[in-house]
């Protein structure tokens, strides 16, 4: 359907120059109603989208292009004729250096997967070796088309450099344990602080206490008060599992949600990692902290497949306003970084969930929707006049993040419906050029920063090491 992107600023010949124009292509629109009322999802044909200063300037018709009206050609042209322009992804949730164990714990239960696999072989972590693997992660995201990750792991002075030699966008958290002590969310605070703005406002930072199975609730306490104290988001897992919902009733008489609840947690901006074991009485608390923008969730259904977790009940969240965006996890339990993939397993796997099984719902452009809009605002970066700034959608004052899919592949034709080929068809492969705060990162398929022979040259002989299990672990597994 071509139609004029509801998005698109006026042109003003007084505009500074463009820095870089998408010239041409076919554009994935918000604001058209549809399936999420005025935030629905359209496609636009034969439009530009114009970068100035890292932001998208213009997402209008190529016939109004700036210098039919005067105005000096742009520094820099991609030719977007037959390639289809979307909001650059955005994965709510990973831990980008589990490439570095990807396949290394398989085919087991949660607590073997912790215990007797992961931790045993995170313990054997460098920072050096979070550095290999975060650019490894970093240039399998970027070549699939995602451009910002939320990061919640370990050495992430490591993960922020990774993010300023590849170009991503990233939003990152240093992981700690009650077990870590006082130290642990020191180490955190420090972090977030020091980092926050980084890469030329690439990074943003939270606080990342683990979860409430693994930190004390004063310990929560304490990190709800440091959020408030400087003014900083909370990435966590929480209520992971039906069994862990199960688990905290009988530990303390109270879900794992109303734990973040009498701790402060739903008071200050927070991203939730999977909630499949929320409840019913969870919604009520979760609906009042989504009625202030405070809180999102990520839902990473491939992981929770492969693990026999369920999946995030997103209809229910749906009801109660939270956010729902798309994630991976990491690559050690999903397989991969791939949300095109987790995309289409989110339609698959909503539509046909128990009692309320129905075709109709979750449709490809709702699924997109989440991808999109959603996932940004699960990340705090939904509003442009914000410090943070804004992704996840193609319109002026947003970041100039964008992928551009070549649709020609057999596997993508013919196209009937843009937005069912994306959902169910599209694969990272499928991606093109990549565009990161108005750069170009990706071109015809070539990662531009990251020299990936280099970075796995270096890191092959340290595998052996990486995946011994006989050195401890950082923690025990106990929902």
């Excluded at 964008?402 to 057999?410: E, G, M, Q």
Aim: charged letters at 20%.
């Amino acid at each position: 359907m071509d139609q004029s992107p509801p998005d698109a600023s006026p042109h003003d010949a007084t505009a500074q120059r463009v820095d870089l124009r998408v010239e041409g292509c076919t554009a994935l629109v918000h604001g058209v109603g549809g399936d999420e009322g005025p935030d629905g999802i359209g496609f636009a044909e034969d439009v530009d989208v114009e970068v100035s200063g890292g932001l998208i300037t213009r997402v209008g018709p190529a016939r109004e292009r700036s210098e039919h009206q005067g105005a000096p050609p742009p520094a820099e042209v991609l030719d977007g004729r037959g390639f289809l322009a979307v909001p650059g992804l955005v994965n709510c949730h990973t831990h980008a250096a589990m490439v570095l164990f990807r396949g290394a714990a398989e085919d087991v239960d949660v607590h073997t997967w912790f215990n007797e696999r992961i931790w045993p072989m995170e313990s054997n972590l460098t920072e050096r070796d979070v550095e290999l693997g975060a650019l490894l992660a970093c240039a399998e995201m970027l070549l699939g088309g995602t451009t910002t990750f939320a990061d919640h792991y370990f050495h992430m002075y490591a993960v922020a450099r990774a993010v300023e030699v590849s170009g991503a966008r990233a939003d990152l958290g240093w992981a700690s344990f009650s077990s870590d002590g006082e130290a642990g969310r020191e180490r955190g605070l420090d972090f977030a602080l020091r980092q926050r703005g980084a890469a030329g406002g690439r990074v943003t930072t939270r606080l990342a206490p683990h979860a409430p199975y693994t930190v004390s609730e004063p310990d929560l306490a304490a990190f709800a008060v440091l959020a408030r104290e400087h003014d900083l988001p909370v990435h966590l897992h929480a209520a992971e599992t039906a069994e862990q919902t199960r688990a905290s009733l009988e530990r303390s008489g109270v879900t794992p949600v109303q734990v973040l609840d009498r701790t402060g947690l739903l008071d200050v901006p927070l991203l939730v990692a999977h909630a499949t074991g929320v409840v019913e009485t969870d919604l009520p608390l979760l609906a009042r902290a989504a009625e202030r923008g405070l809180v999102g969730v990520a839902s990473s259904p491939r992981f929770y497949l492969k693990s026999a977790h369920g999946t995030t009940p997103i209809r229910a969240l749906r009801g109660a306003g939270v956010p729902v965006g798309m994630a991976t996890d990491g690559a050690a339990s999903n397989g991969d970084l791939d949300l095109w993939a987790s995309l289409e397993v989110t339609s698959l796997v909503q539509k046909s969930l128990g009692g309320e099984a129905d075709p109709r719902w979750m449709t490809s452009r709702q699924v997109l929707h989440h991808a999109t809009t959603q996932s940004a605002q699960a990340l705090h970066l939904a509003d442009p006049g914000s410090a943070r700034g804004a992704v996840g959608r193609l319109a002026p004052g947003h970041r100039a993040d964008v992928a551009l899919l070549d649709l020609s592949a057999p596997h993508l034709q013919p196209v009937h419906d843009l937005a069912a080929t994306l959902v169910h068809a599209a694969r990272p492969g499928d991606v093109r050029h990549v565009v990161v705060d108005g750069r170009v990162v990706v071109r015809d398929r070539r990662l531009l920063t990251v020299d990936v022979p280099a970075v796995l040259a270096e890191l092959r002989p340290r595998l052996a090491e990486l995946t011994r299990r006989d050195a401890g672990r950082i923690q025990t597994y106990e929902p």
